[in-house]
T-cell receptor, first 113, second 111 residues
Framework: GAGVSQSPSNKVTEKGKDVELRCDPI?????LYWYRQSLGQGLEFLIY????????KSGLPSDRFSAERTGGSVSTLTIQRTQQEDSAVYLC???????????FGPGTRLTVL | SQQGEEDPQALSIQEGENATMNCSYK?????LQWYRQNSGRGLVHLIL?????REKHSGRLRVTLDTSKKSSSLLITASRAADTASYFC???????????FGKGTKLTVNP
């Protein structure tokens, strides 16, 4: 079956602009995660959705970052007023529950000029 | 803060040799997972070991877990050039539903 997909694969934007990153999880997966990975670094947790529960937003670095998940499926990560330090690869993952393996998408490489 | 810390940061070996990577963590866990990442993009799950398990095998992979030392190791036997990638350990923090990843070990297998 289809894996996790993300779009766009690459995004170049100017400082101060807003961007939206999309994630399509594997059908039937109840959990969805967003991570950020800066060059040569590990993954930084951003936000976690599980079913209809309130999302865990504890990893969002500032109020410029927000995410939503519509209908328990597709998720959008929005970054407002982008800054150069937002440049990174943004990875989405989904899983069929908690404490199990996560399936990752290919990521969106964001470059803020 | 990083829950998992991999060691070494980089490892270069010859094809056919074994590669061992270590991971240390700080808090209690439900399970520990290892992932592989090629070319800085999506990660692929390799193996999950639960806190009540001490060793697990999957093909050429062997993972050990020592909860008393809060450490894990990943052994890749008979390495191949295709094993060249970054390897990350990931843990939950005391049962949290989110994973915390280390910075990874960059493995290079020379043909």
């Amino acid at each position: 079956g289809a894996g996790v997909s993300q779009s766009p694969s690459n995004k170049v934007t100017e400082k101060g602009k807003d961007v939206e990153l999309r994630c399509d999880p594997i059908s039937g997966h109840t959990a969805l995660y967003w991570y950020r990975q800066s060059l040569g670094q590990g993954l930084e947790f951003l936000i976690y959705f599980q079913g209809n529960s309130a999302p865990d937003k504890s990893g969002l670095p500032s109020d410029r970052f927000s995410a939503e998940r519509t209908g328990g499926s597709v998720s959008t990560l929005t970054i407002q007023r982008t800054q150069q330090e937002d440049s990174a690869v943004y990875l989405c993952a989904s899983s069929y529950g908690s404490w199990v393996e996560q399936f990752f998408g290919p990521g969106t490489r964001l470059t803020v000029l | 803060s990083q829950q998992g810390e991999e060691d070494p940061q980089a490892l270069s070996i010859q094809e056919g040799e074994n590669a061992t990577m270590n991971c240390s963590y700080k808090t209690s866990i439900n399970n520990l997972q290892w992932y592989r990442q090629n070319s800085g993009r999506g990660l692929v799950h390799l193996i999950l070991i639960r806190s009540n398990e001490r060793e697990k095998h999957s093909g050429r992979l062997r993972v050990t877990l020592d909860t008393s030392k809060k450490s894990s190791s990943l052994l890749i036997t008979a390495s191949r050039a295709a094993d060249t990638a970054s390897y990350f350990c990931a843990t939950d923090q005391g049962g949290s539903e989110k994973l915390v990843f280390g910075k990874g070990t960059k493995l290079t297998v020379n043909p």
